[in-house]
């Protein structure tokens, strides 16, 4: 049976452009919804332009009431009947609640090696810490924040004169490799852990 994939972003939606690409042809999942808590997020336009139905829950209006937010991400959710949802640049934090209903569906992509630097500002952490490797990290949802078993990590190295914006290029590159690859074995059952160069 194919799988359904609902995807969730906040911003441009680079990585959520490149799962949908990868679902074609014998690919085991399909694309069948793409939400964001920002009407604004540029990555629905890419979505709608490339077929997928897209949505937006502005959280802004719930003033801190997450669980009011959640419900109308969650009936969002639910309409589409998703097996699997891709949080893909997602910056919300969600509830534990909420990652109850999906947990063991729900992936997140996360830009560190985790464990390292879980939460904001994961590169410029890695160059005050002097790390000489970075990279990005699949993971389940749990309800701790970046925090649930690890799909998949792609690492990058750093270089000498690093800013965090040009460490971020680097790793978004693989970020860009490492979800599909993930997403497709997911999707096939597969939950060992996958690591690529
Ligand atoms: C990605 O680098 C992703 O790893 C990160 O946001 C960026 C979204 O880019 N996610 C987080 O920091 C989650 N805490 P995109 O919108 O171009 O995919």
């Known amino acids: 049976m194919t799988k359904k994939v609902a995807i969730l972003i906040s911003g441009g939606g680079s990585n959520m452009v490149k799962l949908v690409e990868s679902m074609v042809g014998d690919h085991p999942a399909r694309p069948v919804l793409v939400g964001s808590n920002d009407p604004q997020a540029g990555g629905l336009k890419k979505a709608a332009e490339m077929g ?3 949505f937006a829950v502005d959280h802004r209006p719930f003033k801190g009431d997450r669980e009011g937010f959640e419900a109308e991400l969650n009936a969002k959710l639910e309409a589409a009947d998703p097996d699997i949802i891709c949080l893909a640049g997602f910056m919300r934090v969600l509830t534990e609640s909420f990652v109850r209903k ?4 729900m992936l997140n992509i996360h830009p560190s090696l985790l464990p390292k630097y879980k939460g904001l500002h994961t590169h410029q952490r890695a160059l005050e810490a002097g790390d000489k490797e970075a990279g990005c990290t699949v993971h389940m ?3 701790a924040l ?11 190295p750093v270089q000498p004169d690093d800013t965090p914006e040009t460490l971020a290029a680097r ?18 059952g597969k939950t060992d852990p996958v690591y690529l160069d």
């Open 141 to 143: 949802v749990t309800p």
């Open 52 to 54: 997928v139905p897209t």
């Open 171 to 188: 790793v978004l590159v693989q970020e860009h490799r490492l979800y599909p690859a993930v997403l497709e074995r997911f999707a096939q």
């Open 102 to 105: 999906w947990e063991g569906r």
């Open 146 to 156: 970046d925090d649930g078993p690890i799909l998949g990590q792609a690492r990058v």
